[in-house]
């Protein structure tokens, strides 16, 4: 497939390392020469320096044979007529774009993307898929990282071994026969800064982070085991009230379950917009990092603060003072990737990385066929696929133990027709299962291989 990608900035860039390193012929295009350099120098691509919606420069990037054009600039107007240049001029398939702007994604103006206006195949937006993360991880408070697949049966969670974990040093083979009834796969394990995909013999350490498919009516239960305790949240303080807070809190009062939320923002003009758009949420005009402020917002009887502004080390010291006056759980929004390993030293609970949650949407479009979901671990260092199984497919008809799946890869549950299925080795895996694994990302192809998910499919 040959893709074009527009905008080499770090989502780009991951997007460009995923699809280069399944031998896809990628161009990338960025109006920085240096970011273009930095791609070509590092990756598997080919780059040029230009304005990404000039036909030019799209012509002489390939766009007249391109299979797709994903348009990841800064900037939501060049994104848009990047894609309408793409289509108008090139005729390219399939379009992606990502589009910050809140205006251009309300529903009353969906139209604007009709094949005969605006052509976009595909509308990414940061903010909400951050927002929707940031409301995944108050449903399960205790766990750092947490997706749900197979149509929301089945949740994976991000859970750190603790001292007090009842399963420390035990083998994972021992789980089974020592929780017979748990439906819960341990699939990833983080140990010491190295992902892999554990052996049955492996055992869980202090300090591990570990990445666990869990059925929906298990989830409280294997937070028990592995020593995590789940608490209804029922008053959430967000630092922060620009897009993404203002998203949280819309959805938040929106819950059935009524969850008591207040923001607090720095800037007065975003304060009394927020303050305008939400109902029953209370909006407080001040610094998040201030201590006065976080006391009249109740921090000592707040069961969760989320840091959800633009400033990453903003919402790691809020995150951080609130946890110091008495907040159970913090969560921090970070983009910068570094600052990652300072989450347990300064004792942050989970962290949403607004990268990692765009790139897997967009994966999820890319990967069309018969893989249903994406979604990136880590610094794009493993992927949980959701794919269905064909009747080509090598693995079709056979048991799960006799399948030659590459040693970075673990299957977290099988969905037969109305189904879930924890799989075991005598599971026979059968045409239309679909199947939710994890894959370390230099064992990606051969997944897709395995699924017979090609170029045909698209």
């Known amino acids: 497939m040959k893709v074009i990608i527009c905008g080499a900035g770090q989502v780009g860039w991951q997007i460009a390392r995923h699809l280069s390193g399944e031998q896809n012929d990628v161009m990338v295009v960025d109006s920085n020469p240096d970011l273009v350099r930095r791609a070509t120098d590092t990756l598997d691509v080919q780059g040029i320096a230009g304005f990404a919606s000039y036909p030019d420069v799209l012509d002489r990037a390939g766009a007249r044979d391109a299979d797709m054009i994903i348009a990841a600039t800064h900037s939501d107007e060049v994104n848009m007529v990047t894609c309408q240049v793409a289509h108008s001029v090139f005729a390219i398939p ?20 009709r094949r005969d206006h605006m052509p976009i195949d595909v509308v ?49 083979r021992q789980l089974t026969d020592l929780f017979s009834t748990l439906r819960a796969v341990v699939v990833g394990v983080r140990r010491e800064g190295s992902l892999f995909a554990p052996e049955p013999d492996d055992q869980l350490f202090v300090k591990d982070e570990i990445y666990v498919f869990t059925f929906r009516e298990d989830i409280n239960r294997t937070m028990e085991v592995f020593g995590k305790v789940q608490k209804k949240q029922d008053r959430v303080l967000l630092i922060g009230g620009g897009n993404v807070g203002l998203m949280v809190a819309q959805a938040l009062e929106g819950n059935a379950e009524r969850v008591r939320t207040k923001i607090i923002e720095r800037s007065r003009k975003v304060a009394e917009n927020a303050a305008e758009l939400l109902e029953r949420t209370i909006v407080l005009h001040g610094d998040g990092l201030n201590a006065a402020i976080l006391s009249e917002a109740g921090i000592d009887r707040t069961d969760a603060v989320l840091a959800v502004t633009d400033d990453d080390k903003v919402n790691l010291l809020a995150a951080v003072r609130a946890k110091s006056r008495g907040c159970p759980m913090a969560v921090a929004l970070i983009n910068d990737p570094t600052l990652v390993p300072l989450m347990g030293p300064l004792g942050i609970d989970a962290y949403i990385n607004p990268r990692a949650t765009t790139v897997s949407s967009i994966l999820r479009h890319i990967r069309h066929g018969r893989v249903r979901d994406v979604y990136s671990i880590g610094d794009a260092e493993a992927e949980i696929i959701e794919a269905e199984v064909l009747s080509t497919s090598p693995i079709a008809g056979r048991k799960v133990r006799d399948i030659d799946f590459p040693e970075g890869v673990l299957i977290g549950a099988i969905m037969k027709g109305k189904e879930i299925v924890k799989p075991k080795g005598g599971t026979r895996v059968e045409e239309g299962d679909v199947i939710a694994l994890f894959a370390l990302a230099e064992d990606v192809p051969e997944v897709e291989r395995l699924f017979q998910v090609s170029i045909d499919f698209f």
């Open 94 to 113: 399939r379009k992606i774009a990502r589009l910050r702007s809140k205006s251009y994604l309300e529903a009353i103006y969906s139209d604007l993307y």
């Open 124 to 172: 990414i937006s940061p903010e909400q898929e951050v927002a929707a993360a940031a409301l995944k991880r108050l449903t399960a408070p205790a766990a750092f990282d947490t997706e749900t697949f197979l149509d929301g049966r089945v949740q994976m969670l991000g859970l750190t071994i603790d001292e007090d974990c009842p399963v420390v040093n035990t083998p994972l």
